[in-house]
């Protein structure tokens, strides 16, 4: 009866059971073992080798394990990458080494993990995202515990405070930077929101003061972490109003623009999305400045010309094609300033001249306040106010000081997006895709193309000796080769299909509905542009390719599989041609 139970615990336990003699060889295994592993049977798995069912990066394992058995540990757990018939899979394993009269084997029992690491992959990428934004942001951030103490700072409070991290860390934030003054109130406060006697506090404005005892007007916007309804650590972030602060309370009317004017502030930075926020940002900006009638927003492109991205009081489908010189910044003023008179400061092309006349009313325009907005230094855009009435009065001109420093800030954080972005999904020499944003488009463009049974070609490419021109003429050389390749082959592939770099010199392009005989065509056409050979510097090299395609669903539709139907019929194609 003992010998049927534990029969039966093995053959239908939920967990992969394996049994290894002391050469690493399989003799024996359970059905869920030969799931885990891809396996029809646990016959198959019979005499495969410890190494085979092993992910490369993991043969270290070999050598703990041999450590275990030698310090004769009954049990040690684990974490490893085998190779399964249906990919890569994360396991946790329970080794342990059973003694025999002469000899041992070694039972292993598996967990299939795979999902669990990959949320914790997901969970360590949203966090070293969140620490680079966290340290890079030009706002103060300041993290604290439940006493006070500083948990996390970072740069931008540093270089106020006039401190270095390892001077403040575990310092008591209250009682080393809030002033005297105001100290035992804000303390308090702060105690009473996190132990849950008050509401918590979001936005607020205190004095710091810096290690020279200098006092700072900051700008905070609270945010919680929270585990069990209580509060662990406080997220401070803030601005450094301190000019703007006292300049604002010089002025008579500070409450009648000034509340307006934090609230578009915290509109843009709460912002999820830069869709529209330069039509917000003018449209706000002409409501918020007293003589301003209307107003415009223009970027720099790559050609280092004016493009129109919003308006407020024109029409800006006018204005949709026109490209203004940099004309009004060779003389590199990057502060805000006034401009009486377009036609003397602005040398416009005819075609243009007319459209400015007739709808930009650059006649009727009495003064445009002009503020230059920039990236660390570097001229991104512009905003122009105007007014056709009056003339804007002197704290109207110091107010867009303050509105060039805060929005400054605002287009920092869109490029800082955006180039994350274009880190995450594209290929950093050749500027296409890389391979882990195609096998993410590739899915959804497969789902699509099964609704509306469309057939996609997959084109799987390489450069023909490659290797051979990065060993004669070094790398830098190879690299402008890959440039050359991936400009000839945009070139010739419509903007619905899908390009990417998968590594090396190898490239794959899926062509929307397209099969066989489709992709035929573009490969001819790509052999063609091809005919034009690579020059640089003083060589001049004939480029060749080599391809091989596959068709959804015609071949598959894994796209795992396709890739490698491709991949084996380009090296079959190789293989011809040679």
């Known amino acids: 009866m003992e010998d049927t139970l534990y029969k039966n615990l093995f053959n239908y336990s939920d967990q992969a059971i394996i049994y290894w003699d002391k050469k690493l060889n399989l003799i024996k295994a359970n059905k869920a073992a030969a799931t885990l592993y891809g396996f029809k049977s646990p016959d198959e798995m019979i005499g495969l080798s410890f190494y085979s069912l092993l992910s490369e990066s993991e043969i270290d394992l070999i050598k703990r394990l041999n450590e275990s058995i030698e310090n004769n540990e009954l049990i040690r757990v684990f974490e490893k990458r085998i190779i399964s018939k249906d990919g890569v899979k994360w396991v946790e394993s329970h080794v342990s080494p059973i003694k025999l009269?002469?000899?041992?084997?070694?039972?292993?029992?598996?967990?299939d993990i795979t999902e669990r690491k990959k949320i914790e992959q997901a969970l360590t990428f949203e966090k070293s995202k969140f620490e680079n934004y966290f340290n890079m942001s030009p706002t103060i951030n300041v993290v604290l515990d439940r006493k006070g103490c500083i948990s996390d700072i970072n740069q931008k409070a540093l270089e106020i405070l006039g401190v270095s991290k390892s001077e403040v860390l575990g310092l008591n934030w209250f009682d080393n930077f809030i002033p005297e003054d105001i100290k035992e109130n804000i303390k308090k406060v702060f105690i009473d929101m996190v132990n849950g006697k008050i509401k918590h506090v979001e936005n607020y404005e205190n004095e710091i003061i810096t290690k020279d005892g200098e006092k700072r007007i900051i700008s905070w916007k609270n945010s919680y972490i929270i585990e069990n309804d209580e509060v662990v650590y406080v997220i401070s972030s803030g601005i450094d109003i301190t000019r703007e602060k006292k300049y604002l309370e010089r002025i008579e009317y500070e409450n009648i623009f000034i509340n307006e004017f934090i609230e578009l502030s915290n509109k843009l930075l709460n912002s999820e999305s830069d869709e529209n926020i330069y039509k917000i940002i003018i449209d706000n900006l002409v409501e918020i400045i007293p003589h301003a009638q209307a107003g415009a927003f223009v970027l720099l492109n790559d050609q280092g010309e004016y493009e129109y991205k919003a308006m407020n009081g024109y029409d800006i489908k006018h204005f949709t094609d026109v490209r203004l010189k940099n004309e009004l910044n060779d003389r590199n003023i990057l502060e805000p300033f006034l401009v009486e008179n377009w036609n003397k400061e602005y040398t416009y092309p005819k075609s243009e001249k007319d459209i400015f006349d007739k709808y930009g009313k650059i006649n009727e325009i009495k003064e445009t306040l002009y503020i230059p907005l920039t990236v660390k230094g570097e001229l991104y855009g512009a905003i122009t106010l105007d007014t056709f009435d009056n003339k804007f009065e002197n704290y109207e001109f110091n107010f867009a000081k303050i509105i060039k420093a805060n929005l400054d800030f605002l287009l920092w954080k869109i490029q800082a997006n955006k180039q994350l972005r274009q880190a995450a999904e594209f290929d950093y020499l050749t500027k296409i895709y890389n391979r882990q944003a195609f096998m993410i488009k590739i899915k959804d463009i497969i789902k699509i193309?099964?609704?509306?049974?469309?057939?996609?070609?997959?084109?799987?490419?390489?450069?023909?000796?490659?290797?051979?021109?990065?060993?004669?003429?070094?790398?830098?050389?190879?690299?402008?080769?890959?440039?050359?390749?991936?400009k000839k082959v945009s070139s010739v592939i419509r903007e619905s299909d899908i390009f990417a770099r998968i590594g090396g010199d190898e490239f794959i392009v899926v062509l929307n509905n397209a099969d066989y005989a489709g992709a035929k065509k573009v490969i001819e056409k790509i052999q063609k542009s091809l005919e034009d050979p690579f020059v640089f510097e003083k060589l001049k090299i004939n480029i060749s390719s080599s391809y091989g395609i596959s068709v959804f669903p015609d071949d598959g539709e894994n796209v795992d599989l396709l890739i490698e139907i491709a991949d084996k019929r380009m090296y079959e194609y190789k293989n011809k041609s040679r």
Not at 101 to 111: G, H, V, W
């Open 449 to 486: 193309a099964k609704r509306n049974s469309m057939k996609l070609a997959f084109i799987y490419m390489d450069i023909n000796k490659f290797k051979t021109f990065n060993d004669k003429y070094g790398h830098n050389v190879g690299d402008e080769v890959l440039k050359f390749f991936t």
């Open 101 to 111: 009269k002469d000899s041992f084997i070694i039972q292993e029992i598996d967990y």
